[in-house]
């Protein structure tokens, strides 16, 4: 599956190593593997090889985690832009949190599988810059919204609803996007 002739000889061993921890990993897991998922190549092959190649970070997380690439594969969505199905679908997901810690867990998981998909496309030119830095901004902000809510509603059980003193209006919690997240030009960095 991996077509290492699109890899420059000097990272032959390193994305070797990666590939095999992703398939041993995947495999403990019996999970499906990446050629029964994609229907036709399109490609795919060449792709993954430069992604392993060009970004540690995704052959790394990969590597520990194949069920981020095989889910990303198996729903299609590392072939696509990001929808604002994907972002209703991440809402459902986190709102399941019922503690702080399984709202980390839960949110690392989600980011993990972002930047993966976010990288690869970049990386394998199927986004423009406009699309990666605007999909960035929408996944962060999107997460921070989560975030913010799920604390505010943690707050509100130990200290009740925040009431204005002047106004007499329930005071809701904001989180203001400045500089790069704000103008929608957030990068991977």
């Not at 290492?4 to 398939?23: D, K, M, T």
């Not at 490609?43 to 690439?69: D, V, W």
């Not at 604002?84 to 867990?105: F, I, M």
Request: glycine share 8%.
């Amino acid at each position: 599956m991996l077509d290492l002739q699109q890899v420059p000889s000097a990272f032959h061993a390193s994305v070797q190593r990666y590939w095999e921890q992703f398939e041993t990993a995947r495999q403990a897991r019996q999970l499906p593997g990446l050629g029964e998922l994609v229907s036709a190549d399109l490609g795919f092959s060449g792709q993954l090889a430069r992604a392993f190649a060009a970004s540690e970070y995704i052959a790394s997380t990969c590597a520990i985690k194949p069920e981020y690439l095989v889910a990303l594969v198996a729903g299609g969505s590392l072939f696509r832009p990001l929808e604002d199905e994907d972002l209703d679908a991440l809402a459902q997901v986190v709102t399941t949190a019922t503690s702080d810690l399984e709202l980390d867990k839960i949110l690392r998981q989600q980011r993990h599988q972002a930047m993966i998909r976010i990288i690869w496309r970049d990386l394998n030119r199927t986004a423009s810059m406009q699309e990666t830095t605007g999909e960035l901004s929408r996944f962060a902000d999107q997460i921070i919204q989560l975030a913010a809510s799920h604390h505010y509603r943690e707050l509100e059980k130990f200290y009740g609803t925040p009431i204005g003193g002047e106004s007499g209006q329930v005071q809701p919690s904001m989180v203001l996007g400045m500089g790069k997240l704000g103008a929608r030009e957030l990068n991977v960095s």
